[in-house]
């Protein structure tokens, strides 16, 4: 059986890490950055129901009216949502920072 060729591994594969790594600092901003990813996802589900509440009061402004205000106050309700949420996490990830050495 042929040993299997792990030639394209990078060279620091399995080693220590280098003195000046920050894995704390990395992670931290691994979750900031996902928290901001969350936040757009509620800023573009807010504007897609804006959009889809305008377009109803548009095509139907008898018949859809009431759909196309409850899919505005909806997107309102998401991006507010969204905006409440990411600020809590930014400041628990801010509080959960331990000093460093």
């Given at each position: 059986?042929?040993?299997?060729?792990?030639?394209?591994?990078?060279?620091?594969?399995?080693?220590a890490p280098p003195p000046n790594y920050?894995?704390?600092g990395?992670?931290?901003a691994r979750t900031r950055?996902?928290?901001?990813?969350?936040?757009?996802?509620?800023?573009?589900?807010g504007l897609a129901l804006l959009g889809f509440g305008l377009v109803l009061i548009q095509l139907h402004p008898v018949r859809a009216r009431g759909l196309g205000?409850?899919?505005?106050?909806?997107?309102?309700?998401?991006m507010l949502v969204g905006v409440a949420r990411f600020r809590?996490?930014?400041r628990q990830i801010d509080a959960c920072r331990v000093p460093g050495p």
């Open positions: 059986m042929p040993t299997p060729d792990f030639s394209d591994d990078p060279p620091h594969a399995g080693a920050d894995q704390q990395l992670a931290a950055m996902a928290n901001e990813r969350t936040l757009l996802t509620y800023v573009r589900t205000y409850g899919a505005i106050a909806a997107a309102a309700v998401a809590y996490h930014s």
